[in-house]
């Protein structure tokens, strides 16, 4: 990078942090640490509920998924519009009206402590892993741009956002979230068009969809019902729906967001603002992918986008091999090129045999470059059987460093940073509320005072912190980063929404036997997780039905107790 695109990276931080702590005020009790005064509007709200979910990994690694695979990601978002309104309808008001700092508190008053206990339990695990990989995100951006291990950047980056956390709370969490959103989506604008702006001046934006289209690239809905497929309409509207309600109605991440709402209202505007821009948003962030995608038809791309790994191959014994590799992957790339350049000719002409054979043509050579690829990656795991073979989370960072103009590169860079520390901001807060209220403040040390519950809140946020950087220093082999953060959540998210479901609606059920449902489901649901029997979508319908169908049938196993 520049120096003009450090200053502008410099500037944006050092600006979030400093706005962040000032906004936030002094935190004089545990209820302004982490409800904020439960003071804020709903597109206050809205903002920091997006900003939450919208971490480095969607700015980072959704246009690398749209690059490798295509627009189908975006269906995983077809359930929350429909989670939304229920979330409305139903979580909003019954968590306003108890006043509960987390929304776990809730099921201790439906059902028993150790209920209360093993659902918070399984939020802790679940968002501290996750919260490691938005974390390790960033440190991504750092690392290739000073060409050093992601473990000094990790470290960096993670101290930066304990620091501001621990300083301001929530408030600070939400006060930064909301001009961060509104940088992100100028910056994210900007991309896009500078992308158009790169391409050959016969192509432009139409053919370049139409381009990406004939290459597989925008394949954004599949009616097709695949239990085994990970993305299409079903799973979307179906698995997506129940990891959605579980995520915004029984993660503190977000729950937390929309609890600082100054009344029902307000929060349920926000979460509809949510639902109703998350969408659009995702769409468009995956289009960029394949916007670059036809960029890369046009301009050569690496044949690794990791350059870390491809400097720690070129440094081996392996580097004359990986060399010829390139060679003969440049020779490819221009033959291809010849073929993109044949079938923009043929959409000009609307021939549909020459499209046609065009696109079978460069489909040929797509696969020929892709073949080279894959023997260029078995030269590096030869090198280091460690070696990360998912470069994914490197294609719009490469593109980025490489071709957008001083000044934009630093916001580009900047927007990827500022996403990470709002939703890893806001995991922190949640994580030390959880771990205080339905732990500490519970079970350790009832009855202390608001003071010592102040300090021990910000002992947590420091604690997880350094969690989520040690679980950051191992994502660099998780592979892509966006599928992985939400296979973590499908683990947990279905059996703490079962919980939830019952203690709303199935009044009759009582603590054991919905406590004993959730075990027997937790342990089901990692079985078929790890053993990979059904795409991971499906395992947050899955466990929150078995959790259900559980409880209800031993339930007559535990009959009321009666008073004498």
Same mark, same amino acid.
């Given at each position: ?125 679940? +968002? ?26 990790? *470290? ?21 979230? *909301? ?88 929060? +349920? ?296």
């Amino acid at each position: 990078m520049s120096l003009t695109d450090w200053i502008v990276l410099g500037v944006t931080l050092l600006t979030i942090v400093i706005y962040g702590v000032w906004k936030s005020g002094a935190n004089t009790n545990i209820d302004q640490f982490l409800m904020g005064n439960r003071s804020l509007r709903w597109y206050h709200v809205g903002l920091s509920v997006m900003a939450t979910q919208a971490s480095a990994i969607t700015f980072l690694s959704a246009p690398g998924q749209a690059y490798s695979d295509g627009m189908r990601f975006v269906q995983f978002y077809l359930g929350l519009p429909l989670a939304m309104i229920v979330l409305c309808v139903t979580f909003v008001p019954i968590f306003h009206k108890l006043k509960v700092y987390t929304a776990y508190e809730f099921l201790e008053n439906r059902f028993d402590l150790k209920t209360r206990a093993l659902t918070s339990f399984l939020f802790l695990i679940q +968002r501290g892993l996750s919260t490691g990989i938005t974390i390790y995100a960033p440190s991504i951006i750092l690392s290739t741009i000073l060409n050093i291990n992601t473990v000094y950047t990790t *470290l960096f980056i993670g101290c930066l956002v304990i620091f501001y956390t621990v300083y301001g709370g929530t408030k600070a969490v939400s006060y930064t979230q *909301l001009l961060q959103m509104s940088i992100i989506f100028l910056g994210m604008f900007f991309a896009g068009a500078m992308v158009v702006h790169l391409l050959p001046d016969n192509v432009g934006f139409v053919k370049a969809i139409k381009l990406g289209g004939k290459l597989g690239r925008m394949n954004v809905i599949d009616w097709k019902f695949d239990p085994s497929n990970r993305y299409n309409v079903w799973s979307g509207l179906i698995g997506g729906f129940f990891l959605q309600l579980s995520y915004f109605g029984t993660d503190q991440s977000q729950v937390g967001r929309y609890l600082t709402g100054s009344s029902v209202g307000q929060s +349920r505007m926000g979460l509809i603002m949510n639902g109703l821009l998350k969408i659009p948003m995702q769409f468009l962030i995956l289009l960029i992918g394949v916007l670059v995608f036809a960029f890369y038809q046009f301009n050569r791309p690496p044949m690794f986008f990791n350059q870390y790994e491809v400097k720690q191959v070129k440094a081996s014994s392996y580097a004359g091999q990986y060399n010829k590799l390139e060679d003969q992957y440049t020779a490819v790339f221009a033959a291809r090129k010849n073929k993109a350049d044949a079938l923009v000719r043929a959409l000009d002409g609307n021939d549909k045999i020459q499209i046609n054979q065009a696109q079978q043509d460069l489909k040929v050579a797509d696969k020929q470059a892709a073949d080279i690829r894959k023997e260029a990656i078995g030269i590096m795991k030869k090198n280091n059987a460690k070696a990360n073979e998912d470069d994914t989370n490197y294609v719009f960072l490469n593109f980025v460093t490489h071709y957008l103009p001083r000044g934009l590169i630093g916001l580009l860079v900047a927007i990827i940073f500022l996403a990470s520390m709002g939703s890893t901001a806001s995991a922190l807060n949640s994580l030390a509320s959880t771990s205080v209220v339905d732990i500490y403040k519970r079970i350790i040390n009832p009855g202390a005072t608001d003071k010592n519950y102040l300090y021990a809140s910000r002992l947590a946020t420091i604690f997880w912190g350094l969690v989520c950087i040690g679980m950051a220093l191992y994502a660099s082999k998780v592979g892509n980063l966006l599928e992985y953060v939400n296979q973590l959540g499908s683990y947990v998210y279905g059996t703490i929404l079962g919980v939830f479901v019952v203690a709303f609606y199935l009044k009759r059920i009582r603590g054991n036997a919905v406590f004993i449902a959730a075990v027997i489901t937790e342990l089901t649901i990692c079985l078929l997780g790890v053993f990979g029997l059904v795409a991971y979508l499906w395992l947050n319908a899955i466990g929150c039905i078995m959790v259900i169908v559980i409880a209800v049938g031993i339930n007559p196993l535990f009959p009321e107790k009666r008073l004498n």
